[in-house]
Structures are given as C-alpha cells and as structure tokens.
C-alpha cells in the first residue's frame, strides 16, 4: 500500500514538473512576442526617422546650388539625428559632392545608385551594411566599425534623377537599442533585409532559410532550434509592416527553465523526504496499532500537504491561522516562515479586493467546498502581484474542518502580457483610442441587449487629411490626429464612445439619444472643434471634417446597419461640400438597396456571361483620317432590363472585388474578337481595353493578359492598355511589376482622363506611356471656355515634347474638331464619326469609312483645311 501511494506521488511530480516545463516555455514564447512588439514599435520609428532626415533634405537640395549649402544642411540634420553617423551627396556616377566627412571627389560607386534611378517609384533603399565608420572612411580596412547605408534619390524639377543621398546609419544605436532586451533576457537580438541579408548580427550571417520560409506564410511568429551541447532555443520573428525589416529574438530554453529546474530540484529533494517519511509512518502504524487513529489523521492532514506541494503551499488551522508554508510560498511573498507563523494571510491583502470577495471565499470553504480563483496579493516588499489559488477545506474523523491547504501560482507575467495583448489589439497604438474592433465589439453589445434604448453614430472623416500627409510628411499627420483626439477627447461626454476606425476616420457612439435636435448640437460642436487652427512647425492651417449621422432604437435595427447608414451619410457630407454633416436619411437607404441588388446582379451577370458586352467607339488618326484603332468599352444590362452606367458598376466591382472576375471577361472577349478580326483581315488597326488599379494591385495581371494573347495569337501592336492618373499613385510593387511587363512585351499604354487627377510629370516618366487621353470634361468646353482650351494646348505641347501622341475623347462637332486639328491633335474619337458600336457595325464601319473620308477630303481640298 505504501508503495503505492510513493508511486502515485512520483507520478504527480512528474507531470507537475512536466507542467511547469511547458507553462515556462510558453511564458517565454509571450515574453519573447511583447518584447519584438515593443522593438518593432522602436525601430520603425528610428527608420521613419531616418527617412524624414533625408526625404526633407532630398526635397531641399534642388533649390541650393552652393555646396557650402548643402554641407550646412547636412550638419544640421546630422546634430538632430542620433541615429546617423554622417550624411553623403553622390553625384550619379557615384564621386563624392558633399560629405560631413570624407574626401570630396573620391569614386566610391554605392550598390544604391543603379537601383534607384533605374526605379523612378522606389523612395529609398536600405543596403548591407558596409565597412567603415561612413562612406570612403579611410580606416575601414583597419577598424570594426560598419554603417547602413539608407539612400534615397534627389530629383530635379522634371523628375529626373540629379543626385543620391545617403544616410550612413550607424549600427550601435541599434546595438544599444537592444542592450537592454539582450542583457534582461540573456537573448541574440538580429536584424534582417526582407531580402535576408543582415544589418544587424553578432555574427553578421543571412536569415536562416527557415525564417525567410516561414514569413512566406506569417509575417510573425516562432520556431525552436537546436544548439550545440544539447541545448534548444526559442527563434521568434516579426516582419516589420512599413518597412522591408525583420526582427528577431533567440533566447535559450535553458535560461527561460532556469529557476524552474531549481524549483524541480527542490520539489524532488521534498518528495524524496515526504516519500521516505510516508514508508516510515506506515511502517510504525504497523508496530504501533494503539495509535493508529491518531496516526491516520496525521497522515490524512500530511497527505493533503503533499499533493498540494507543486506551487507554494500554505496550511492553517479552521480560525484562518497560518502553520505551515513551503519554501515556494516563501519565495513567492519574501516573508520568512517565522514572520507568517501563526498569522492570518491578510497579511498578503493588497486591497484591491472587497469584504464581499472574502465572505464568499469563506462561505464556500467553510461549507467544505474548495474555493478556485484568482488574488492580487501584495510582496513583502510592496509590489502586487496576480496568482491564481486553491484553498481546500480538510476535515478529520467526525468530519469536521480542522484545516485549511492554499495552493499558490504566481500569474503576474502571464497576466500583464495578456493584458498588454488585449490592450494593443482593442486600441490604436497613435491616438490610445479604442479602434475599429473594439468600437464594434461596443456596438454588437449595445445592440444584443434586450430593451428600447435609442443609439447614434457618428462618422467623422478628415477632409484634407491627405493633403497634410503629401506636403508636411506623415510625422505631421500623426501631430494632426493627435491633436484631434485630444480637443475631441476634451469636448465628449462620458456618455459619448471615442474611436479611431482608421487612417483619418474616427467614430462616436452616443447613447442615449434624446432627440435629433441633440445630435445636430453635437455635430456642430465636432466640426468647429476639428477646425480650430493646426500649427505645425512654421505652418499653419484648418482642417475641416465631414460627419455622418444614423441614430435608431436598439431594438429596431442591427450594429452592421447602423454602422452603414452613418458611413453613408458621412460620404453624402463629402459630397455636398465638406465641413458639415448630415443625417442618414431614406434616399440613402434606397442607395444602399440598389448597391446590394446591383451587387448580386453583377456576381450573376459575370458567372453567366450573358448580361455583358463589348462595343467599339473608333479612334480617327488626324493625319490620315482613317480607323487608327477602337477603345473597347464594357455595357451591362440586368436581367430586369436594366442599362448600367458603366461609372457606376465598375466602381462598384472595385469595391466588392469583382473587378477581377469582370476585367477577365473582358480580356477573353476582347482577345476573341480581335482573332477573329484577324482571320477576317480588318484594318482595325489597334484596340485599346481599360485597366483598373484594383486589377494591377491585386494580382499577376501582366502575365494572365499575356498569356491570352499568346492563346490567340494577338500582336502586341494591336492593343492597348488605358490607366487611370490615379493608378500610377498607386504605391504598390505589383502594380509596376505589371506595368513594366507590359511595356516590355510592346503593348502600347495610354494615360486616360489626363488632368483630371494628380498629374505628374515623374509618374509620366516612370511608366513610358506612348499615349494621353484628354478627358472629354475639358473637349466639351472648346468655343466655351477660354481656360479648357488652354489646358488642351499644354497638355498637346508637353506631351509632344515628351515624344508621346494624344487622344481627346468625347469630340462631338466639327467645331471641336477643327480646334484640336489646329493644337496637333495625333487621335480624335467622339459621337462626331461614331457612337459606340457593336462588333458587326464597327466592322461595316471600318469598311466604309475609308470612302467616306475621301469624298469628306475632296470636299475639304478646295477650304485648304490643313489638318487633313
């Protein structure tokens, strides 16, 4: 019998030990995780840092032409970046201009130089790290030192590469960064490229191919290594979301199961005791028969403290008085045994539990139940710290409570970690507002409550929110929404729920609502206090809002709907004018309605490729007047017969993804009728098809459209692609990796509706476009207005200088016609020579046209008209 109870207790320290071990590993799994976060936090910071030092000073340098200049903005900058050991001006052939140090004229060639001016859209370019102090250091090969070099290009007025500037980031403010976490933790901190190669490395080796495989899948996360004389290590990884860095930590299994193995050994050396105690009190129960009752309640009580004895363990009598602990407890409080010897555990008391809290734990143990809960109880020395306890209640023979067992965990590190995770994931690491999770979370409770309690929402949207991140740069975004957070903070009510859903949207919910009368009060209040002037630097200006309002009673609507009604109403604010708000409303509603009907029409329409189709508006050379080619342009109509503005389902497809399904019909439809054609020999001469950004940014366009083409046996000479202005803006690596693939494979492409979005002369350059559209907004004002004629000459001369050719669409009367034909016009299409047609008419068309034209220029021979 007595063996077998030895055996049971072996067997309860074993998987009590087995515990500890995994509960360790995981505490260092999250300890690890909140330390990345925090170094994440850190070193993006000191990154976008770097990049406002040189972005600013790139911006700068155009407009000084002394090199003095340039020198004294250099130390400027230099005195106020801690993160930067000096900063150098190379010119494009890689010689030294302007340096803090390091010799004038000196031929150092960067890597960065190529890629950068070979890539007009990349910003920047962080390198390898590189040997020396600063770029041409002349004791390089002599000293450890290395720097980072971060280079970004200085452009001239056009957008044409001048120069190269190079921050050389000096590597220890990162060493000393992660002073802290390496010695705390006793870990390797590393900092990696996403392309491997590393900035930041005791040992200065590439990511492991494990990693980089890992973050194919996860942007975050952990695996465990094997290390030399059988210890293990715990890898865990984070990729940076702004910039191409990941940061990782190693630290040692044997270190983060260092004080539990010397709990292990003391918990063995006591259940050595314990075992060898239990084989001689049963031994002398057996010599001794006399005083077996006595001895079997004090091998009951004893039991009982053994099986408990895997955490800190205390014991005391019915009246609460303490008699015995174990060495963990002693740990766990930093008391001694004959401080808390017959004292009652109050002494932990932190206070932050009521007397109803321990009437309950009373009334429970008392009643001879064990009692399982969460304490914070307080150090000897102070600090409050969350374990989680067992008490139970131990009767002797007449069934009686003689005395109580506490089982102490210490949860303090899990319980804060758990609590950061929480906070971070329901909050806005800027602003310290609830974000868009935890506003929802509020709302879908609000709502699941039974009860007729009225509730609004208002969304509210930063009108030039924008324009403040393009002139001033982000940090100034980030002092913006800061400081709307705080004069709105300031104004609220509690009654009112704060929240930053994202970017420059924020939300209130307002419960309860009294009256309409009450919501318009409170906008006006929202929309002077986020006018009030914003200084930022030596600039100041006002930033207006638009707000959107929905309010319902709980129980007559849902949180998803109420969410809709008001983001609707915000954008009905937008549109009428800004800086105000309105009221969701029942023409909205029925917006919404058609959205969703119009949504479910299009997902059919596309599956049964019944409902689209093609037509072909010609495109008239003015040199030649002839077919120069066609743009093809998708009509809808619904099964109710229905005709959809294509302006209103594209951007619709946009928004709910199926863009994609509907750009691939229109590549298959195309790429068929164009063979088609082709067998039947039409001079049609070049067809050009619209690409929107979603289908550049989203997927492998490039190659799927190619690969059709290849399929049909379509040169690339007869097709175009159009994109919009707004589509180069567009910072994606996906979108100029298509872009490029298509200007490789000779496609032509064009620029549509020029002038209506943010013209650039460095996007221009970027994509090699061969064509601009001018935007049938300004055609239709020719023999109107004076300013849309002279927005068509400039946009005719710089494009011609540019070597490319021009559209102008929506050409609808001779008058039109002859004014482009006047300013050099290459392409002219409009109802003037046809409406859009459908592939039989534009094929009779192209027939016809060509004798057509001749009897028009015969006609036109004896006016002289030039243009022909």
Not at 55 to 84: F, H
Not at 526 to 541: C, H, L, N, Q
């Amino acid at each position: 019998m007595a063996g077998t109870v030895v055996l049971m207790f072996w067997l309860l320290l074993h998987h009590t030990l087995d515990r500890g071990v995994q509960r360790s590993l995981q505490e260092q799994v999250v300890r690890n995780a909140g330390l990345l976060r925090a170094l994440e936090d850190s070193i993006i910071r000191s990154f976008q840092s770097v990049n406002a030092v040189v972005k600013t000073m790139a911006e700068s340098l155009p407009e000084l032409d002394e090199d003095a200049d340039i020198r004294k903005l250099i130390t400027e900058q230099l005195r106020i970046s801690p993160q930067i050991r000096s900063i150098t001006l190379f010119d494009l052939d890689g010689h030294i201009r302007v340096a803090a140090v390091g010799s004038k004229g000196m031929k150092l060639e960067p890597a960065c130089i190529a890629p950068l001016v070979q890539d007009p859209l990349k910003e920047y370019l962080i390198s390898p790290p590189q040997q020396g102090r600063y770029p041409g250091d002349p004791f390089a090969d002599r000293m450890p030192h290395q720097y980072i070099p971060f280079c970004t290009t200085v452009r001239d007025a056009l957008g044409e590469p001048k120069a190269i500037l190079m921050a050389a980031i000096n590597p220890q403010y990162f060493t000393e960064l992660f002073a802290s976490v390496i010695e705390e933790q006793n870990a390797v901190v590393r900092l990696f490229h996403y392309d491997g190669s590393a900035l930041i490395a005791p040992e200065n080796r590439p990511a492991p191919a494990l990693l980089r495989k890992l973050l194919q899948q996860k942007s975050w996360g952990e695996y465990r290594i094997r290390q030399a004389h059988d210890d293990a290590a715990l890898m865990s990884y984070r990729s940076t979301s702004l910039l191409p860095l990941i940061v990782t930590i190693e630290s040692s299994e044997k270190e983060a199961l260092k004080a539990w193995k010397h709990d292990e050994r003391m918990l063995s050396v006591v259940m050595m005791a314990l075992s060898g105690l239990i084989l001689f009190v049963t031994c002398f129960i057996v010599i001794v028969l006399e005083r077996r009752d006595r001895i079997a309640g004090d091998n009951k009580l004893l039991s009982a403290a053994i099986r408990s004895a895997a955490n800190a363990v205390f014991i005391t009598d019915r009246q609460g008085n303490i008699s015995w602990v174990n060495d963990a407890f002693l740990r766990l409080t930093g008391y001694g045994f004959h401080e808390v010897e017959g004292r009652n555990p109050r002494i932990l008391n932190s206070g932050h539990h009521d007397k109803s809290f321990f009437n309950s734990l009373w009334q429970n143990i008392l009643a001879g139940k064990s009692w399982r809960g969460e304490l914070l109880n307080r150090h000897k020395d102070g600090r409050v710290m969350t374990v989680e306890q067992t008490v139970t209640p131990i009767v002797d023979r007449s069934g009686s409570i003689s005395h109580f067992v506490a089982v102490h965990e210490d949860i303090t590190a899990r319980k804060d970690a758990e609590e950061r995770a929480i906070y971070l994931a329901d909050h806005d690491s800027l602003t310290g507002l609830p974000n868009r999770r935890y506003f929802e979370h509020q709302l879908n409770h609000l709502f699941n409550r039974s009860g007729s309690e009225s509730a609004a929402i208002m969304f509210i949207d930063l009108d030039r929110f924008k324009e403040i991140n393009d002139t001033l740069g982000h940090e100034a975004g980030d002092v913006l929404l800061i400081r709307t957070t705080n004069n709105l903070a300031e104004m609220l009510e509690d009654k009112h729920f704060l929240a930053r859903l994202g970017g420059d949207e924020f939300a209130i919910l307002i419960r309860p609502v009294l009256s309409q009368a009450q919501l318009s009060t409170l906008a006006k209040q929202v929309i002077e206090t986020v006018a009030v002037p914003f200084e930022f630097g030596d600039t100041s200006f006002t930033v207006t809002c638009s707000v959107g309002i929905s309010f319902s009673k709980v129980d007559q609507l849902d949180a998803s709907l109420l969410q809709r009604q008001a983001d609707l109403a915000m954008y009905r604010a937008k549109h009428e004018g800004k800086n105000t708000f309105r009221f969701f409303d029942a023409a909205m509603d029925e917006l919404m309605k058609r959205r969703v009907f119009l949504q479910q029409q299009l997902e059919h329409a596309v599956k049964s490729n019944q409902s689209l189709s093609l037509k072909y508006q010609p495109q008239i050379s003015m040199v030649s007047q002839r077919v120069s080619g066609a743009e093809a342009l998708m009509r809808w109509e619904t099964d109710t017969g229905e005709w959809i503005s294509p302006a209103e389902f594209i951007s619709l497809a946009e928004e709910t993804s199926l863009i994609l399904d509907v750009g691939n019909w229109l590549m298959e439809s195309m790429f068929s009728q164009i063979a088609q054609w082709n067998k039947q020999r039409l001079p049609f001469g070049r067809i050009a098809m619209n690409i929107s950004a979603v289908q550049l940014a989203r997927e492998n366009l490039s190659e799927r459209l190619l690969n059709l083409m290849y399929r049909y046996e379509i040169p690339a000479s007869q097709v175009s692609i159009e994109i919009t202005e707004t589509t180069l803006m567009v910072d994606s690596d996906l979108v100029s990796h298509n872009l490029k693939l298509l200007k490789q494979a000779g496609l032509t492409l064009a620029i549509d509706d020029f002038g209506t979005g943010y013209s650039s002369l460095s996007y221009l350059k970027a994509i090699d476009a061969d064509y601009l559209k001018i935007d049938r907004s300004f055609v239709i004002g020719i023999g109107k207005n004076r300013s849309d004629e002279s927005i068509i000459e400039a946009t005719i001369a710089l494009a011609h200088r540019l070597n490319l050719k021009v559209v102008a669409e929506g050409v609808d009367s001779p008058e039109q016609r002859d004014f482009l034909c006047a300013v050099g016009c290459d392409v002219i299409q409009g109802y003037l020579y046809a409406k859009p047609l459908s592939a039989l008419e534009f094929e009779r068309f192209v027939m016809e046209q060509s004798e057509h034209l001749r009897d028009d220029i015969n006609d036109l021979e004896d006016d002289e008209y030039e243009c022909i």
